[in-house]
């Protein structure tokens, strides 16, 4: 009796190995699947960087080669009070890349949004003169860059500093130094590390006046010798919008400037929006409609249709230029962590990534593995 239990017992520990094999075999990890074309980078959030979401970051070693920080590089993040740098988390977030071979993209060294209010005032509360806010602006990259030179690949140096418009952002940081910030954005960052590749980013890119406005500004910085890399196109994109002609567009007219494109931040809303063609500005928020968060028990058939084709018919446009783009980055990487699920809108359920609230790739992602060998 005890040897027809081994016996049966062999039989099934083969059985489940077999399974597993055929299970590894059949997800192939997109960083695989597109390693000849581009990097394919995700986000991390807090409880990825301090290890706490095993599950997610199997997800991350298996399918992805370049990662970002979703906040802990940024200025309120690493310099809340004036020399009082907290480097905890960013150091982590390296050390992970570095340990698993990524990637990796420093996010971001100045943006008007998540900048703390001392950055701009004195010590009675008085804006600071031109000459301070360089210095401090000056500073912090130099610190944050040199802190990370040789280990952080690339940074996003200056992010949404221009309008839909073309125009520039009324920030304070252009209030104060005017539009030459983001030169002296860009020279800080490139004398603290001149091997890291130096990237503006944006959202709203197709959008026809922020094409041309970011266009005007690569010729002037290139004009003047500053180095920049790379632009990223943020990929907040929802089911109808923007056209994908008019996304090609900008991918074409940054190109031929010269730089890089980098796909960032991609995730694409099924939710209805308080307004049409919203970009993605953080500071937009509306109050809570239960008629704009239709699918709290799950995605019905069609939209789920929708939104398998609108990623395909993404990745499609991808790799037709795969020769003027150099990263993809998803930002987060389940549904449970999208901001999409808090903004514009806070408490609503969205279904924006790749993978499901249970850990699993969504039948599409098989659709995109597909898609090198077809074109």
């Known amino acids: 009796m005890r040897k027809v239990v081994l016996i049966l017992f062999s039989c099934l520990a083969a059985m489940l190995v077999f399974s597993y094999k055929n299970y590894k075999r059949e997800i192939i990890p997109l960083k695989d699947i597109f390693k000849d074309k581009f990097y394919i980078g995700v986000a991390l959030n807090t409880r990825k960087i301090w ?35 907290q480097f905890r988390e960013a150091d982590k977030f390296v050390d992970f890349g570095l340990r698993n071979n990524m990637f990796i993209i420093g996010h971001n060294l100045v943006w008007h949004s998540q900048a703390p209010d001392w950055f701009f005032k004195d010590h009675n509360g008085e804006e600071v003169s031109r000459e301070v806010l360089i210095e401090r602006m000056k500073k912090h990259i130099t610190t944050v860059v040199s802190r990370y030179k040789g280990r952080v690949n690339g940074w996003d140096v200056v992010n949404e500093a221009v309008l839909d418009d073309g125009s520039w952002r009324k920030s304070k940081f252009y209030s104060i130094i005017g539009e030459d910030f983001i030169r002296l954005a860009f020279e800080f960052a490139h004398a603290a590390d001149p091997m890291a590749e130096l990237y503006y980013n944006d959202f709203s890119m197709a959008r026809e006046g922020k094409r041309q406005g970011v266009v005007k500004m690569l010729r002037k910085l290139k004009a003047g010798g500053v180095k920049v890399t790379g632009v990223g196109m943020q990929g907040h994109l929802s089911l109808d919008y923007p056209k994908i002609a008019d996304f090609e567009k900008s991918i074409l007219a940054f190109s031929a400037e010269g730089v890089n494109v980098m796909i960032t931040e991609l995730d694409i809303t099924v939710l209805p929006t308080p307004r049409r063609n919203m970009g993605a500005d953080v500071n937009q928020n509306y109050a809570y409609k239960k008629e704009i968060n239709p699918y709290t028990d799950g995605l019905p058939e069609n939209v789920t249709k929708q939104l398998a084709q609108r990623y395909i018919d993404f990745f499609r446009l991808f790799l037709k230029h795969e020769d003027k783009i150099s990263r993809v980055t998803l930002w987060g990487v389940t549904d449970a962590d999208s901001w999409l699920n808090n903004w514009p809108v806070f408490g609503r359920k969205d279904y924006p990534l790749l993978f499901d609230r249970q850990y699993k790739a969504k039948p599409f992602v098989q659709m995109i593995s597909q898609i090198p060998a077809k074109e």
């Open 51 to 85: 290890g706490r979401d095993t599950a997610a970051l199997q997800i991350v070693n298996t399918h992805f080669n370049s990662v970002v920080a979703e906040n802990c590089m940024k200025i309120n993040a690493l310099q809340p009070r004036e020399g009082h740098f």
